[in-house]
T-cell receptor, first 115, second 114 residues
Framework: AQTVTQSQPEMSVQEAETVTLSCTYDTSESDYYLFWYKQPPSRQMILVIRQEAYKQQNATENRFSVNFQKAAKSFSLKISDSQLGDAAMYFCAYRRDFGNEKLTFGTGTRLTIIP | DAGITQSPRYKITETGRQVTLMCHQTWSHSYMFWYRQDLGHGLRLIYYSAAADITDKGEVPDGYVVSRSKTENFPLTLESATRSQTSVYFC?????????????FGPGTRLTVL
Protein backbone atom coordinates (compact mmCIF):
# COMPACT_ATOMS: atom_id res chain seq x y z
CA ALA A 1 0.00 0.00 0.00
CA GLN A 2 1.12 3.49 -0.71
CA THR A 3 2.02 5.72 2.21
CA VAL A 4 2.76 9.41 2.41
CA THR A 5 4.78 10.88 5.27
CA GLN A 6 5.05 14.49 6.33
CA SER A 7 7.53 14.63 9.18
CA GLN A 8 7.03 18.31 10.07
CA PRO A 9 3.75 18.82 11.96
CA GLU A 10 4.41 22.56 12.20
CA MET A 11 6.61 25.08 10.45
CA SER A 12 6.95 28.83 10.68
CA VAL A 13 8.56 31.42 8.44
CA GLN A 14 9.04 35.15 8.42
CA GLU A 15 6.97 37.05 5.91
CA ALA A 16 8.82 37.46 2.57
CA GLU A 17 11.20 34.59 3.39
CA THR A 18 11.36 31.15 1.82
CA VAL A 19 10.20 27.93 3.45
CA THR A 20 10.37 24.29 2.40
CA LEU A 21 7.88 21.63 3.48
CA SER A 22 8.97 18.02 3.30
CA CYS A 23 7.14 14.97 2.03
CA THR A 24 8.24 11.42 1.41
CA TYR A 25 6.22 8.58 -0.01
CA ASP A 26 6.42 4.88 -0.57
CA THR A 27 5.17 3.14 -3.67
CA SER A 28 6.11 0.31 -5.99
CA GLU A 29 4.48 2.02 -8.95
CA SER A 30 6.45 3.84 -11.63
CA ASP A 31 3.64 6.04 -12.92
CA TYR A 32 1.88 8.30 -10.47
CA TYR A 33 1.01 11.86 -9.53
CA LEU A 34 2.00 13.87 -6.50
CA PHE A 35 0.14 16.88 -5.17
CA TRP A 36 0.34 19.60 -2.60
CA TYR A 37 -2.97 20.83 -1.21
CA LYS A 38 -3.49 23.90 0.94
CA GLN A 39 -6.18 24.04 3.59
CA PRO A 40 -6.72 27.52 5.04
CA PRO A 41 -8.89 28.13 8.11
CA SER A 42 -11.96 28.06 5.87
CA ARG A 43 -11.31 24.28 5.54
CA GLN A 44 -11.53 24.41 1.76
CA MET A 45 -8.98 22.10 0.12
CA ILE A 46 -7.12 23.96 -2.61
CA LEU A 47 -4.74 22.35 -5.08
CA VAL A 48 -1.43 24.20 -5.00
CA ILE A 49 0.72 22.20 -7.38
CA ARG A 50 0.99 18.78 -9.00
CA GLN A 51 3.85 16.71 -10.37
CA GLU A 52 3.74 13.83 -12.83
CA ALA A 53 6.25 11.15 -11.93
CA TYR A 54 7.36 10.68 -15.54
CA LYS A 55 8.43 14.31 -15.77
CA GLN A 56 11.95 15.07 -14.62
CA GLN A 57 11.34 18.79 -14.57
CA ASN A 58 10.11 20.13 -11.27
CA ALA A 59 6.68 21.77 -11.33
CA THR A 60 6.37 25.49 -10.64
CA GLU A 61 3.33 27.66 -9.99
CA ASN A 62 4.24 31.28 -9.34
CA ARG A 63 5.82 31.38 -5.84
CA PHE A 64 5.35 27.64 -5.32
CA SER A 65 7.77 25.06 -6.63
CA VAL A 66 8.61 21.47 -5.85
CA ASN A 67 11.78 19.45 -5.56
CA PHE A 68 10.85 16.01 -6.89
CA GLN A 69 13.42 13.31 -6.27
CA LYS A 70 11.92 10.12 -7.72
CA ALA A 71 14.69 7.74 -6.67
CA ALA A 72 14.58 9.06 -3.12
CA LYS A 73 10.75 9.19 -3.17
CA SER A 74 10.85 12.73 -1.93
CA PHE A 75 8.54 15.59 -2.89
CA SER A 76 9.16 18.87 -1.06
CA LEU A 77 7.28 22.15 -1.53
CA LYS A 78 9.12 25.44 -1.58
CA ILE A 79 7.22 28.64 -0.96
CA SER A 80 9.11 31.77 -1.93
CA ASP A 81 8.36 35.31 -0.73
CA SER A 82 5.98 33.96 1.90
CA GLN A 83 2.81 35.95 2.40
CA LEU A 84 0.34 36.10 5.28
CA GLY A 85 -2.23 34.40 3.07
CA ASP A 86 0.02 31.34 2.81
CA ALA A 87 -0.74 30.44 6.42
CA ALA A 88 -2.57 27.11 6.28
CA MET A 89 -2.31 23.37 6.64
CA TYR A 90 -0.45 21.84 3.73
CA PHE A 91 -1.06 18.26 2.69
CA CYS A 92 1.06 16.15 0.40
CA ALA A 93 -0.89 13.54 -1.58
CA TYR A 94 -0.22 10.65 -3.95
CA ARG A 95 -2.28 9.06 -6.70
CA ARG A 96 -1.55 6.26 -9.09
CA ASP A 97 -1.61 7.26 -12.72
CA PHE A 98 -4.32 4.91 -13.90
CA GLY A 99 -6.96 2.50 -12.75
CA ASN A 100 -7.03 3.94 -9.25
CA GLU A 101 -8.46 7.36 -8.61
CA LYS A 102 -7.86 7.48 -4.89
CA LEU A 103 -5.69 10.09 -3.22
CA THR A 104 -3.50 9.05 -0.32
CA PHE A 105 -2.69 11.96 1.98
CA GLY A 106 0.04 12.73 4.45
CA THR A 107 -0.81 13.99 7.92
CA GLY A 108 -0.20 17.61 7.06
CA THR A 109 2.11 20.47 8.04
CA ARG A 110 0.73 23.58 9.68
CA LEU A 111 2.51 26.65 8.29
CA THR A 112 2.55 29.86 10.27
CA ILE A 113 3.66 33.13 8.71
CA ILE A 114 5.33 35.58 11.10
CA PRO A 115 4.73 39.23 10.16
CA ASP B 1 -22.94 28.66 -8.95
CA ALA B 2 -21.74 25.32 -10.28
CA GLY B 3 -19.49 23.19 -8.13
CA ILE B 4 -19.58 20.69 -5.34
CA THR B 5 -21.69 21.32 -2.28
CA GLN B 6 -22.16 19.55 1.02
CA SER B 7 -24.96 19.71 3.52
CA PRO B 8 -25.25 20.27 6.34
CA ARG B 9 -22.06 22.21 7.04
CA TYR B 10 -22.33 21.46 10.75
CA LYS B 11 -24.15 18.65 12.51
CA ILE B 12 -24.41 17.58 16.12
CA THR B 13 -25.97 14.22 16.85
CA GLU B 14 -26.10 11.59 19.57
CA THR B 15 -24.57 8.16 19.76
CA GLY B 16 -26.71 5.56 18.04
CA ARG B 17 -28.58 7.91 15.74
CA GLN B 18 -28.54 7.64 11.98
CA VAL B 19 -27.03 10.57 10.14
CA THR B 20 -26.83 11.28 6.42
CA LEU B 21 -24.37 13.73 4.93
CA MET B 22 -25.23 14.98 1.49
CA CYS B 23 -22.93 15.72 -1.43
CA HIS B 24 -23.98 17.22 -4.75
CA GLN B 25 -21.88 18.15 -7.76
CA THR B 26 -22.98 19.96 -10.90
CA TRP B 27 -20.11 18.98 -13.20
CA SER B 28 -21.28 15.45 -14.08
CA HIS B 29 -17.97 14.12 -12.82
CA SER B 30 -17.83 10.35 -12.93
CA TYR B 31 -15.82 9.79 -9.75
CA MET B 32 -16.94 10.88 -6.31
CA PHE B 33 -15.27 10.35 -2.95
CA TRP B 34 -15.84 10.66 0.77
CA TYR B 35 -12.93 11.44 3.10
CA ARG B 36 -12.74 12.07 6.78
CA GLN B 37 -10.20 14.41 8.32
CA ASP B 38 -8.86 13.85 11.81
CA LEU B 39 -5.90 15.36 13.63
CA GLY B 40 -2.80 13.29 13.10
CA HIS B 41 -4.30 11.34 10.22
CA GLY B 42 -4.75 13.80 7.40
CA LEU B 43 -7.59 12.85 5.07
CA ARG B 44 -8.57 9.21 4.84
CA LEU B 45 -10.80 7.72 2.17
CA ILE B 46 -14.06 6.20 3.38
CA TYR B 47 -15.81 5.23 0.14
CA TYR B 48 -15.65 6.16 -3.49
CA SER B 49 -17.77 5.73 -6.57
CA ALA B 50 -16.70 5.38 -10.18
CA ALA B 51 -20.18 6.02 -11.60
CA ALA B 52 -23.83 5.76 -10.69
CA ASP B 53 -24.55 2.46 -8.93
CA ILE B 54 -20.83 1.64 -8.60
CA THR B 55 -19.26 2.10 -5.19
CA ASP B 56 -16.24 0.68 -3.42
CA LYS B 57 -14.64 0.77 0.00
CA GLY B 58 -11.74 2.97 0.89
CA GLU B 59 -9.38 2.86 3.81
CA VAL B 60 -11.88 3.35 6.68
CA PRO B 61 -15.36 2.16 5.56
CA ASP B 62 -16.63 0.53 8.76
CA GLY B 63 -19.78 2.14 10.12
CA TYR B 64 -20.58 3.97 6.89
CA VAL B 65 -22.92 3.30 4.00
CA VAL B 66 -23.04 5.05 0.63
CA SER B 67 -25.26 5.02 -2.39
CA ARG B 68 -25.17 6.64 -5.79
CA SER B 69 -28.42 6.39 -7.68
CA LYS B 70 -27.66 9.58 -9.64
CA THR B 71 -24.35 10.79 -10.99
CA GLU B 72 -24.57 14.13 -9.19
CA ASN B 73 -25.35 12.88 -5.68
CA PHE B 74 -23.29 10.78 -3.31
CA PRO B 75 -24.79 10.63 0.20
CA LEU B 76 -22.87 9.19 3.13
CA THR B 77 -24.86 7.56 5.93
CA LEU B 78 -23.71 6.74 9.42
CA GLU B 79 -26.16 4.01 10.35
CA SER B 80 -25.53 4.19 14.10
CA ALA B 81 -23.24 7.07 14.93
CA THR B 82 -20.39 6.58 17.38
CA ARG B 83 -18.15 9.14 19.08
CA SER B 84 -15.21 7.93 17.04
CA GLN B 85 -17.04 9.21 13.96
CA THR B 86 -16.73 12.78 15.17
CA SER B 87 -14.75 14.32 12.35
CA VAL B 88 -14.76 16.67 9.40
CA TYR B 89 -16.08 14.97 6.28
CA PHE B 90 -15.11 16.01 2.78
CA CYS B 91 -16.76 15.03 -0.44
CA UNK B 92 -14.78 15.27 -3.66
CA UNK B 93 -15.33 14.64 -7.34
CA UNK B 94 -13.20 14.15 -10.39
CA UNK B 95 -13.67 14.02 -14.14
CA UNK B 96 -11.66 11.22 -15.66
CA UNK B 97 -11.21 12.05 -19.32
CA UNK B 98 -7.50 11.86 -18.69
CA UNK B 99 -5.14 11.18 -15.83
CA UNK B 100 -4.40 14.86 -15.42
CA UNK B 101 -7.86 15.74 -14.19
CA UNK B 102 -7.93 17.42 -10.81
CA UNK B 103 -9.94 16.23 -7.82
CA UNK B 104 -12.21 18.98 -6.46
CA PHE B 105 -13.31 19.11 -2.85
CA GLY B 106 -16.48 20.32 -1.20
CA PRO B 107 -16.38 22.71 1.75
CA GLY B 108 -16.64 19.94 4.35
CA THR B 109 -19.14 18.96 7.04
CA ARG B 110 -18.14 19.10 10.70
CA LEU B 111 -19.91 16.27 12.51
CA THR B 112 -19.97 15.97 16.28
CA VAL B 113 -21.30 12.81 17.90
CA LEU B 114 -22.13 13.23 21.59
Amino acid sequence: AQTVTQSQPEMSVQEAETVTLSCTYDTSESDYYLFWYKQPPSRQMILVIRQEAYKQQNATENRFSVNFQKAAKSFSLKISDSQLGDAAMYFCAYRRDFGNEKLTFGTGTRLTIIP
Amino acid sequence: DAGITQSPRYKITETGRQVTLMCHQTWSHSYMFWYRQDLGHGLRLIYYSAAADITDKGEVPDGYVVSRSKTENFPLTLESATRSQTSVYFCASRLTTNSYNEQFFGPGTRLTVL
